[in-house]
């Protein structure tokens, strides 16, 4: 058998169940010190991994949790860490080992809720929480609680380590938009992160994914694996005109557009629609953006600073103020892509979609729904919202 034969066996199938080992190579602040949020721009070395995406997918990151969090909970359940315990797949692990990689320690699961109830002495006020009408009540009850508060909260309720793991859920990966395109960087992904953190109940609380890239993961590998997302490719037609609506983490696809594009020698226009608190310390890529205006990648960069001014101003706000040259782009075959916040901002800026249509393609109400809903199914509107 040959040498290469021998590499090609020995090598691993990266899978879902298998993730890549990423190297974080970079981890750099993108939001200034006055900023409310931390924004963070990641790079992570995929050198030797064989797979690959496009710019419009997402990978998935498989974090680990907060080995500080993991020893609070061991010590409130008066473990060692060293107990054996199941893992949802695969051979038995350590408590330690469990809790650290293969299940979710912070948001409290119905079936764990429940086992509190039946060993704590006083938890009346859960009980009654948990009746099926009073769903709302519970889950503002909840915001910002976690495992760890119910544990402390109720030391009479005690568990072995197999009982608890078998309260929890899996850990799930964590999708990440790309942010970069693999022809421009053809052994890397990027991501754009705002990275969660907040008190509550007297503790700082941490998203796991996000202060997992932030805080750990320097010296241990990033598995990702890639997750396809075909409704939110870029048109197959190069010369196609898009228009990118991508406030926040959301421009995430759109920087990847534009260095796929210029990649390419695409000659469709670009149009980005951009927002976030302040310019002077939220304007992610704001100088990769004025790069590709002045090389003619990008036809126009359109930018929505929602507290520099008395009056909030967001992305649907500068989308109207445009409306008649973005009504021409449509009826030219422009794509038009929204990236990001689903519940407030894609709800707004399809509202506004709607009515430029109406307005300016000079259409009824029902006429103006019908070309947008055709827009979809012609895959010329594209939504990556979460």
């Given at each position: 058998m040959t040498t290469e034969a021998t590499a090609t066996i020995a090598a691993p199938a990266y899978s879902r169940a298998n993730p890549f080992p990423g190297k974080l190579l970079v981890?750099?602040?993108?939001?200034?010190?006055?900023?409310?949020?931390?924004?963070?721009?990641?790079?992570?070395?995929?050198?030797?991994?064989?797979l690959s995406f496009e710019a419009g997918d997402s990978l998935a990151v498989y974090a680990m949790n907060d080995p500080q969090l993991v020893d609070e909970i061991i010590h409130a359940l008066g473990a060692t860490g060293d107990e054996q315990v199941p893992r949802p797949k695969g051979q038995p692990t350590t408590f330690r080992e469990a809790l650290l990689r293969d299940y979710g320690i912070?948001?409290?699961t119905p079936k764990f809720l429940k086992a509190i109830i039946e060993r704590a002495n006083s938890s009346t006020l859960l009980k009654d929480l948990l009746q099926p009408k009073r769903k709302e009540d519970l889950d503002r009850y909840l915001w910002g609680m976690e495992v760890i508060d119910f544990l402390s909260e109720h030391p009479s309720a005690k568990f072995s380590p197999q009982e608890f793991v078998g309260l929890l859920t899996k850990l799930q990966p964590r999708l990440y938009s790309v942010a970069s395109s693999l022809r421009a960087y053809p052994e890397q992904v990027h991501f754009i992160v705002d990275v969660v953190r907040y008190e509550s109940h007297g503790?700082?609380?941490?998203?796991?994914?996000?202060?997992?890239?932030?805080?750990?993961?320097?010296?241990?590998?990033?598995?990702?694996?890639?997750?396809?997302?075909?409704?939110?490719?870029?048109?197959e037609n190069p010369n196609t005109p898009i228009i990118m609506v991508g406030p926040g983490t959301g421009i995430a696809p759109f920087r990847a557009y534009l260095q796929e594009r210029k990649a390419v020698g695409a000659k469709?226009?670009?149009?980005l629609f951009f927002g976030s608190q302040h310019e002077h310390c939220d304007f992610a890529y704001g100088d990769e953006f004025e790069a590709f205006k002045k090389e003619g990648i990008l036809t126009r960069l359109d930018c929505a600073w929602s507290r520099d001014q008395p009056q909030k101003v967001y992305v649907q706000h500068r989308l109207m103020e445009n409306a008649a040259e973005i009504?021409?782009?449509?009826?030219?075959g422009a794509h038009f892509f929204v990236c990001g916040d689903a519940r407030r901002m894609a709800k707004d800026v399809d509202a506004t979609l709607r009515r430029i249509v109406q307005e300016h393609g000079g259409k009824s109400v029902d006429q103006a729904n019908e070309y947008v809903e055709k827009l979809k199914s012609e895959k010329r509107y594209k939504r990556d919202v979460y």
């Open positions: 981890n750099r602040r993108l939001s200034g010190p006055e900023s409310a949020k931390d924004t963070r721009h990641f790079e992570i070395d995929l050198s030797g991994w064989g912070t948001q409290p503790r700082i609380r941490k998203g796991v994914a996000s202060s997992f890239l932030a805080e750990r993961a320097n010296d241990v590998p990033v598995p990702v694996f890639p997750s396809v997302a075909k409704h939110f490719h870029l048109p469709g226009k670009n149009w009504w021409k782009w449509l009826d030219a």
